[in-house]
């Protein structure tokens, strides 16, 4: 069973920073690629940043400059650094992995930026 577990949300002032973890039950680089994505109330849920397990980085133009994603393949662990927050950037955010026979989420963690 594939799992994948989220955690680091809080609540944070804006220009704050956090960072979110996602810890994976197998290697990462067994998963074509992994993904964070938020969901703001109301809103469709949004691809943030996503890695291939080449390395290839995308984030979305609204977090460009501002997160960071990395991994540390011996914790088997993926990481989003969030630096400047703002209050946009209040939502759920889920990890998200894929490999050949599924497609794997967290349960989400959340992330209040506000004064």
């Known amino acids: 069973q594939v799992q994948v577990v989220e955690s680091g949300g809080g609540l944070v002032q804006p220009g704050g920073s956090l960072r979110l973890s996602c810890a994976a039950s197998?290697?990462?680089?067994?998963?074509?690629?992994m993904a964070w994505y938020r969901q703001a109330p109301g809103k469709q849920r949004e691809l943030v940043a996503h890695?291939?397990?080449?390395?290839?980085?995308n984030y979305a133009p609204s977090v460009k400059g501002r997160f960071t994603m990395s991994r540390d393949s011996a914790k088997n662990t993926l990481y989003l650094q969030m630096n400047s927050l703002k209050p946009e950037d209040t939502a759920v955010y889920y990890c998200?992995?894929?490999?050949?026979?599924?497609?794997?989420w967290g349960q989400g963690t959340q992330v209040t930026v506000s004064s």
């Open positions: 197998l290697s990462i680089f067994r998963f074509y690629g």
């Open positions: 998200n992995a894929n490999r050949s026979g599924g497609i794997y």
């Open positions: 890695i291939t397990s080449g390395g290839t980085t």
